[in-house]
């Protein structure tokens, strides 16, 4: 987890200036059960922030993520059944390590991996981790660029509903609900 941080560049140490608050971290530690008998457990360790003692206005301004309307599911599910379209859905693994941070976040040292050279360093954050207050909204500003530069188009009623006309009479149709998603598409290849 500390290696794949520090290659993504989530974070950089710095000298930790005199007043300023800093955001705890913990590990949270998981074990992850094989989906047959014969597959083993697997362990899982998250590096995660202590977002509870962030303070609005100060550690982050806004907060809120949207997410699809229900409706805008139904409709999708519609769609496949009357067009026999191809639905498939997706989830995205570790999300919110993807999401740039707006505001300058410093955390302390995770435990265990505290630099022995720098121990009075912080971790001044670059990309969001989970916990903090503004990871999702984060997470999705990053996705929505990500879509419309590809050629999705947002839809007006639900801006988490992106849509990509492929060919005459074909659209792709994609739907995020966080890091979950629902694509639709007359082909599976596309």
């Known amino acids: 987890e500390i290696a794949s941080l520090k290659k993504?560049?989530?974070?950089?140490?710095?000298?930790?200036?005199?007043?300023?608050?800093?955001?705890?971290?913990?590990?949270?530690?998981?074990?992850?059960?094989g989906l047959t008998a014969s597959e083993p457990s697997r362990y899982k360790a998250r590096l995660v922030a202590k977002g509870y003692?962030?303070?609005?206005?100060?550690?982050?301004?806004?907060?809120?993520s949207p997410v699809v309307r229900h409706a805008s599911i139904r409709v999708l599910l519609a769609m496949t059944a009357v067009h026999d379209l191809e639905l498939d859905q997706l989830d995205v693994k570790t999300a919110f390590l993807h999401g740039r941070l707006q505001e300058e976040i410093l955390m302390t040292q995770p435990e265990g991996y505290v630099d022995?050279?720098?121990?009075?360093?912080?971790?001044?954050?670059?990309?969001?981790?989970?916990?903090?207050?503004?990871?999702?909204?984060?997470?999705y500003l990053?996705?929505?660029?990500?879509?419309?530069?590809?050629?999705?188009?947002?839809?007006?009623?639900?801006?988490?509903?992106?849509?990509?006309?492929?060919?005459?009479?074909?659209?792709?149709?994609?739907?995020?609900?966080?890091?979950?998603?629902?694509?639709?598409?007359?082909?599976?290849?596309?």
């Open 53 to 64: 003692t962030q303070r609005e206005g100060v550690d982050f301004k806004e907060v809120f």
């Open 116 to 139: 022995s050279e720098k121990p009075n360093h912080v971790c001044l954050l670059k990309r969001s981790l989970y916990g903090l207050k503004q990871s999702p909204r984060q997470w």
């Open 142 to 190: 990053r996705f929505d660029e990500f879509m419309l530069s590809h050629g999705y188009l947002r839809c007006s009623f639900d801006c988490c509903v992106y849509y990509k006309l492929i060919s005459t009479n074909l659209y792709i149709y994609l739907l995020l609900y966080v890091d979950d998603m629902l694509v639709a598409c007359k082909s599976r290849e596309e």
């Open 8 to 33: 993504n560049h989530t974070w950089i140490l710095i000298e930790k200036p005199g007043n300023r608050r800093t955001v705890g971290c913990k590990w949270v530690f998981r074990i992850k059960e």
